[in-house]
T-cell receptor
């Protein structure tokens, strides 16, 4: 149980295009989903927190107009990188926090999406 | 500002040995401390987690030791195996306050045959 999927796993796009990444909790409902960014050999940096049906909360320094987050349901959140540039190339990982029960602190991570902007 | 400090940055252990990774934090409001294992190109996988009311938690070969007064916690991997070679991250979060994880910088573990 507690599986989180991400799609696509890898995407290559041209500079200036927009890319949408989906994050789904497959076998549980997620109260909150988080989006992280990870550069090679570095730690995960939280970009934003999203709760179903409300606006995402962005971390300092993260442009909300560039990284659009939609949390349409308790099992789906999307991250859209708008007008992507080469510096946006990174590994994007989502996580989902279990809704209810005794494991509400637990976050399960997706497999990540490798974005390369040419 | 790194809220959770992790050491060492890299670690080499022989097969069968004990791997020890340490983390320290400053914010006493943290009340949930998980450890994650990450293989190259994959998302982090939850290994084990602890709360401050417990000083030790063991799951299989993995043990967390927690020292509340010192604001430190550590991961011990007993009988380390080559398959344990990965990057390990400690993290901390505050319940009922967003639950956002603050990650350490990670430890790259290599277990040699």
């Amino acid at each position: 149980g507690a599986v989180v999927s991400q799609h696509p796993s890898r995407v290559i796009c041209k500079s200036g295009t927009s890319v949408k990444i989906e994050c789904r909790s497959l076998d549980f409902q997620a109260t909150t989903m988080f989006w992280y960014r990870q550069f090679p050999k570095q730690s995960l940096m939280l970009m934003a927190t999203s709760n179903e049906g409300s606006k995402a909360t962005y971390e300092q320094g993260v442009e909300k107009d560039k990284f659009l987050i939609n949390h349409a349901s308790l099992t789906l959140s999307t991250l859209t990188v708008t007008s992507a540039h080469p510096e946006d190339s990174s590994f994007y990982i989502c996580s989902a926090r279990v809704r209810g029960g005794g494991k509400t602190d637990t976050q399960y991570f997706g497999p990540g999406t490798r974005l390369t902007v040419l | 500002q790194q809220q959770v400090k992790q050491s060492p940055q890299s670690l080499i252990v022989q097969k069968g040995g004990i791997s020890i990774i340490n983390c320290a934090y400053e914010n006493t409001a943290f009340d949930y401390f998980p450890w994650y294992q990450q293989f190259p190109g994959k998302g982090p996988a939850l290994l084990i987690a602890i709360r401050p009311d417990v000083s030790e938690k063991k799951e299989g070969r993995f043990t967390i030791s927690f020292n509340k007064s010192a604001k430190q916690f550590s991961l011990h991997i007993m009988d380390s195996q080559p398959g344990d070679s990965a990057t390990y991250f400690c993290a901390a979060s505050i319940s009922n306050s967003g639950y956002a994880l603050n990650f350490g910088k990670g430890t790259s573990l290599l277990v040699t045959p």
